[in-house]
């Protein structure tokens, strides 16, 4: 098949974008998009992952998607289980502590650099989404993915990468918490004063009290997801949550 001719108005830039887009490996395609799957909740933990069915919906062959697979296994979001296959991993009680318990210091040191090294804008940005939040009071699915986007543009305003890096890591074993705190009422009205007070110490640079009030917010929310848990259990239903 002949290959198409660049548009005459096409820039260097843009070809150049253009070729590096076109030689995405589709394996890296499809570990992209089932990733994703994951993480918005299309796939909970648990769920089993058919490669016939991926390679349907993918419209691409096997072979792609099994690399894929593989590399999601390598990750930890996927396992493989007898008489199940590959499946979506599971947090169990300790998995899950040990999660919260990187955050409590980790989203604390990056409140703290964030009061020392933010710009003017990436505070406005902060107090932007502050005030987007009244919006998603009564959406807890919606309140959890406003939640996500204030606290990366809080790694993002630490302007450390080896911070971002290690949060951003924090993402894929979050994700496997199928129920997000939000669910309950009482933390979504106690979400928004937590984050004022995040964005208020970062606006005031004072390192010591953001990295106090970040640590206090996540604190509140592990208590949150253990009452989710000791609510699931108590109905026995699958322990992980969001």
Do not use: C
Not at 67 to 88: C, F, M, N, T
């Amino acid at each position: 098949m002949a290959r198409a001719s660049k548009p005459k108005d096409a820039t260097p830039q843009t070809a150049a974008l253009e070729e590096v887009t076109a030689k995405v490996p589709l394996s890296v395609v499809a570990y992209r998009k089932i990733r994703e799957a994951i993480r918005t909740g299309h796939y909970a933990p648990g769920d089993r992952i058919l490669e016939d069915e991926l390679s349907r919906q993918l419209e691409m062959s096997r072979t792609p998607v099994r690399e894929a697979l593989h590399r999601l296994e390598s990750e930890g979001l996927l396992v493989y289980e007898a008489r199940q296959g590959i499946v979506v991993a599971r947090l169990d009680y300790q998995m899950i502590m040990e999660l919260y318990s990187m955050r409590d210091v980790l989203e604390g040191t990056a409140a703290a650099m964030a009061a020392r090294h933010a710009s003017d804008a990436e505070i406005a940005n902060l107090e932007h989404l502050l005030l987007l939040e009244e919006r998603f009071a009564d959406d807890a699915a919606a309140m959890a993915e406003h939640n996500r986007r204030f606290h990366e543009a809080i790694y993002r305003s630490a302007h450390n990468r080896y911070l971002l890096k290690t949060l951003n890591a924090l993402q894929d074993p979050l994700s496997l918490l199928s129920k997000t705190t939000f669910l309950l009422a009482d933390r979504r009205t106690a979400a928004h004063p937590e984050h004022q007070a995040i964005v208020e110490a970062i606006r005031a640079r004072d390192p010591e009290r953001a990295e106090r009030v970040a640590r206090t917010h996540i604190r509140a929310a592990q208590q949150a997801r253990l009452q989710i848990m000791a609510e699931e259990a108590a109905w026995g239903t699958d322990t992980p949550g969001g």
